[in-house]
């Protein structure tokens, strides 16, 4: 049984950062955007006490496997929605399709854990991607 919650919030663990890519279909507008998107993961990792063990960036939504405490991995994806609300609004003019509705879900089995590490890994080159 998956479960959003670790059984101590403050002790470090795996989570997947996700959203539903239908939720946003302009995330990538254009290579700038994916630069930015790409970027934001390391920006955000420097600041928030968070590992990224891997992720990948869709033409949708990002995709990140992080190890770090629950209230750390939720100050990563909180910066990574405000930075990119941001890079929208000044290169589009506007926020809408701004939004990206990240999902910060907990890790609770290894068979989790592998299919979050390797997605993130495998699928841009699926997609077509270097």
């Known amino acids: 049984m998956m479960t959003n919650n670790p059984p101590y919030p403050d002790q470090p663990?795996?989570?997947?950062?996700?959203?539903?890519?239908?939720l946003s279909p302009l995330f990538i507008a254009d290579d700038d955007d994916y630069r930015v998107a790409f970027n934001?993961?390391?920006v955000c990792a420097a600041n928030c006490d968070?590992?990224?063990l891997s992720f990948?960036?869709?033409d949708t939504h990002p995709h990140s496997l992080l190890y770090g405490t629950k209230p750390a991995c939720t100050a990563f994806k909180l910066m990574y929605e405000d930075s990119w609300a941001h890079h929208v609004g000044r290169t589009r003019g506007?926020?809408?399709?701004?939004?990206?509705?990240?999902e910060i879900l907990y890790?609770?089995?290894?068979?989790?854990?592998?299919?979050?590490?390797?997605?993130?890994?495998?699928?841009p080159t699926k997609d077509g991607k270097q």
């Open 56 to 58: 990948s960036i869709e």
């Open 107 to 123: 890790v609770d089995s290894e068979e989790y854990l592998l299919s979050v590490g390797t997605y993130s890994i495998v699928q």
């Open 40 to 42: 934001l993961v390391g």
């Open 94 to 102: 506007t926020r809408k399709y701004a939004e990206l509705d990240l």
């Open 50 to 52: 968070v590992v990224v």
């Open 13 to 22: 663990g795996y989570y997947h950062l996700c959203s539903d890519g239908d």
